[in-house]
């Protein structure tokens, strides 16, 4: 009797998590033009681009195209020696609490279009480790990029709600 119990609790468990919605999915992707900076997102302007403030997760957030070059200085790491491109960005809490950038809601597209490694624990600036801001206070901080050639580089900022890419065109000389 229990076993027939058991057996019935759980068809009526997995039942349940099953779904008859015939919604396909959004197929919206970005083809890595430059000046297609993409978004499906609440804010009201859909301009994102280098050098311009935009709001995500009631951050202001302005990324500099002031970036420079740094190389991975860590003998034990698989990246010794890598070259990366150094981002700043400046963050600005709009919150009444404090608040920062959460790490996993960003990552790095290179410029073969593929995502990149994060190498943010190999540097103390990294706004990866920057720490939380009380309402109204901001600071500068930097991406830290793996760099696999010149062209064009993407940010994407995603918290499952908004979505915004920003490109950034890096040479190296």
Same mark, same amino acid.
């Given at each position: 009797?229990?076993?027939?119990?058991?057996?019935?609790?759980?068809?009526?468990?997995?039942?349940?998590?099953?779904?008859?919605? @015939?919604?396909?999915?959004?197929? @919206?992707?970005?083809?890595? @033009?430059? @000046?297609?900076?993409?978004?499906?997102?609440? /804010?009201?302007?859909?301009?994102?681009?280098?050098?311009?403030?935009?709001?995500?997760?009631?951050?202001?957030?302005?990324?500099?195209?002031?970036?420079?070059?740094?190389?991975?200085? /860590?003998?034990?790491?698989?990246?010794?020696?890598?070259?990366?491109?150094?981002?700043?960005?400046? #963050?600005?809490?709009?919150?009444?609490?404090?608040?920062?950038?959460?790490?996993?809601?960003?990552?790095?597209?290179?410029?073969?279009?593929?995502?990149?490694?994060?190498?943010?624990?190999?540097?103390?600036?990294?706004?990866?480790?920057?720490?939380?801001?009380?309402?109204?206070?901001?600071?500068?901080?930097?991406?830290?990029?793996?760099?696999?050639?010149?062209?064009?580089?993407?940010?994407?900022?995603?918290?499952?709600?908004?979505?915004?890419?920003?490109?950034?065109? #890096?040479?190296?000389?």
């Amino acid at each position: 009797m229990k076993k027939l119990l058991l057996i019935m609790l759980c068809c009526l468990c997995l039942s349940g998590c099953t779904s008859n919605n @015939n919604e396909t999915p959004d197929n @919206n992707q970005t083809n890595g @033009n430059e @000046n297609n900076n993409s978004t499906t997102n609440n /804010n009201e302007s859909t301009d994102y681009s280098i050098n311009k403030a935009f709001i995500f997760d009631d951050l202001e957030i302005t990324i500099s195209d002031d970036y420079s070059f740094d190389t991975i200085d /860590n003998m034990y790491s698989e990246y010794d020696n890598q070259v990366v491109i150094k981002v700043p960005v400046t #963050v600005k809490n709009l919150k009444d609490e404090t608040h920062s950038l959460n790490m996993f809601y960003y990552s790095f597209f290179g410029s073969q279009g593929t995502e990149l490694n994060t190498v943010a624990s190999y540097f103390d600036d990294s706004i990866d480790f920057a720490g939380d801001l009380r309402k109204d206070a901001s600071y500068t901080k930097y991406f830290y990029i793996l760099y696999d050639g010149d062209g064009t580089y993407t940010i994407e900022f995603d918290d499952w709600t908004d979505k915004i890419s920003i490109d950034i065109e #890096v040479t190296r000389q």
